[in-house]
């Protein structure tokens, strides 16, 4: 499956961004779907995860209470909604997909990814 995510840009601390992503497949509620960034010299973070069906999700622990995951199956979109952003989240955001039915929070789990978009947040 081809992932094209789209939707980062350059927002001040404390703004709001809501990525998206668009799976080319006939079969995407069959996906699990993640968010992962990786800032300047870090290695690439998990952000946030979401079922096939949309029915459970899961985030790390530094979004929580600030991004949401979401996926719209009729669009074969998955969602990344960020507010309160801050400094730090500033990276390149990449989705990511996965046959898994558990929480797949590793890179390793996942087996295709989309190019990325830039998310910058000046303080």
Known sequence: VQLQASGGGLVQAGGSLRLSCVASTRT???YTMGWFRQAPGKEREFIATI???GGRTYNSDSV?????ISRDN???T??????????EDTAVYY???TYLISIPTLERQYNNWGQGTLVTVSS
Request: with cysteine; proline share 4%.
């Open 28 to 30: 995407f509620s069959r």
């Open 51 to 53: 079922s096939g069906s």
């Open 64 to 68: 929580k209470g600030r991004f949401t």
């Open 74 to 76: 009729a669009r074969n």
């Open 78 to 87: 998955v969602y990344l909604q960020m507010n309160s952003l801050k400094p």
């Open 95 to 97: 989705c990511a997909a």
